[in-house]
Nanobody
């Protein structure tokens, strides 16, 4: 299993970013996918999750209405569209899949600052 995130960066408050995660090494369309984040000094937390077929989503209360998770099973990609970003969204964002074991990508840094 390999998960590779991209798309992080520095953005001003109120701005937008789109994170991407390329998956390989497993039957992508059969598994739910999720995004987590970890801010300095804090525990890693679930941000958003999507079922295998994309019919069910789940979001942390702190990002509801601002973030959208999506997936393209043909391309084996999962995305996180982040709008109206706030400084408290600053964190390392990780793509994750549970395939008999929870796998993680290497993470991508998102920094929201004026």
């Amino acid at each position: 299993v390999q998960l590779v995130e991209s798309g992080g960066g520095l953005v001003q408050p109120g701005g937008s970013l789109r994170l991407s995660c390329a998956a390989s090494g497993f039957s992508f369309s059969s598994y739910g996918m999720s995004w987590y984040r970890q801010a300095p000094g804090k525990e890693r937390e679930l941000v958003a999750a999507m079922s295998a077929a994309g019919s069910t989503t789940n979001y942390a209360n702190s990002v509801k209405g601002r973030f959208t998770i999506s997936r393209d099973n043909a391309k084996k990609m999962v995305y996180l569209q982040m709008n109206s970003l706030k400084p408290e969204d600053t964190a390392v964002y990780y793509c994750s899949a549970w395939v008999s074991y929870r796998y993680w990508g290497q993470g991508t840094q998102v920094t929201v600052s004026p």
